[in-house]
């Protein structure tokens, strides 16, 4: 069965760097698109970035870009998230995602917290 599972959340400073990862099985990584989500308290979830199977043309929210980068490993059936300058509004839950035969699969998500 299709999983997902992030790492790589925690506790920085505003400023400060953290770098995500979607481990994934169950499915042919190299043949998905796969994206990164977000969801602070309160909040509905929403797209952060995208990146294509092939790793191409990369998406990202208007709030991310410049900051955030999105990056697939196909050898490691793996995506990561580079997050660099981060604010406090970057706070939230981050969840994988993907797309196999028609049906959407979402990792547990990871808990990122940006405060002084």
């Known amino acids: 069965q299709v999983q997902l599972v992030e790492s790589g959340g925690g506790l920085v400073q505003p400023g400060g760097s953290l770098r995500l990862s979607c481990s994934a099985s169950?499915?042919?990584?190299?043949?998905?698109?796969m994206s990164w989500y977000r969801q602070a308290p309160g909040k509905e979830r929403e797209l952060v970035a995208f990146?294509?199977?092939?790793?191409?043309?990369?998406n990202y929210a208007q709030s991310v870009k410049g900051r955030f980068t999105i990056s697939r490993d196909n050898a490691k059936n793996t995506v990561y998230l580079q997050m660099n300058s981060l604010k406090p509004e970057d706070t939230a839950d981050y969840y994988c995602?993907?797309?196999?035969?028609?049906?959407?699969?979402w990792g547990q998500g990871t808990q990122v917290t940006v405060s002084s």
């Open positions: 169950g499915f042919t990584f190299s043949a998905s698109a």
């Open positions: 990146i294509p199977s092939t790793g191409g043309r990369t």
């Open positions: 995602y993907t797309r196999w035969r028609w049906a959407g699969y």
